[in-house]
């Protein structure tokens, strides 16, 4: 079993709606939840990170942990086609250990 | 914001040659840079830890020999793929955490190196 499971989609939506991502981790010593944004042929970039459980809102975007049943979920409001990339979840027990990262979401945002 | 660079970008060799691929945090010091690899349509899977000054720690499953790793600064890290095969193809990404904070804000990545091995 994956440390992280993601699905890998693709996933496509119209412009303008509300997109879930999950993905779902076993380790239970994972403290810190990470949402990448990645752009075909670039290196992942950072969205947002959660600490725990508990919600973290940023603009259009929501990360959610739910530590009690492992799941973990970003929230993208009116989504642009300039969304469109995949999304890796991540975890790590903490600051200075290694990331674990899911597959990735291809989201594909359509105009 | 911090910014982490790669080069090349793109490397297309022949099978046997040897393939560096340089890692630089351009505007802060990194005691501790990592390397990835990522085949289409899979994860980023950790290769090895690099710390400064000392010898790299590698996953299992990796072969220490044929991937050398050398952070002989707080700046610069090399992946050196040694003996190329077309197996070896992938994108390798690198990533550099800020010495001052352990946080994973502070972990920076590079833009990703595409190996193609003949």
């Known amino acids: 079993q994956k440390e992280v499971e993601q699905d890998p989609g693709p996933l496509s939506v119209p412009e303008g709606a509300i997109v879930s991502l999950n993905c779902t981790y076993s380790?239970?010593?994972?403290?810190?939840f990470m949402w990448y944004r990645q752009y075909s042929r670039k290196g992942p970039e950072l969205l947002m990170y959660?600490?725990?459980?508990g919600n973290k809102e940023d603009g259009r975007f929501t990360a959610q942990v739910d530590k009690s049943s492992k799941y973990i979920s970003l929230f993208i409001r009116d989504s642009q086609p300039s969304d469109s990339a995949t999304y890796l979840c991540a975890a790590c027990s903490g600051g200075y250990q290694k990331v674990t990262f899911g597959t990735g979401t291809k989201l594909q945002v359509i105009p | 914001g911090a910014v982490v660079s790669q080069h090349p970008s793109w490397v297309i060799c022949k099978s046997g040659t040897s393939v560096k691929i340089e890692c630089r945090s351009l505007?802060?010091?990194?005691?501790?840079m990592f390397w990835y690899r990522q085949f289409p349509k899979q994860s980023l899977m950790l290769m090895a830890t690099s710390n400064e000054g000392s010898k790299a720690t590698y996953e299992q499953g990796v072969e220490k020999d044929k991937f050398l790793i050398n952070h002989a600064s707080l700046t610069l890290s090399t992946l050196t793929v040694t003996s190329a095969h077309p197996e070896d193809s992938s994108f390798y990404i690198c990533?550099?955490?800020?010495?001052?904070?352990?946080?994973?804000?502070?972990?920076?990545f590079g833009p990703g190196t595409r190996l193609t091995v003949l």
């Open positions: 380790n239970s010593a994972f403290q810190y």
């Open positions: 990533s550099a955490r800020d010495i001052r904070e352990g946080l994973p804000d502070t972990q920076y």
């Open positions: 505007d802060f010091q990194a005691t501790t």
């Open positions: 959660t600490y725990s459980s």
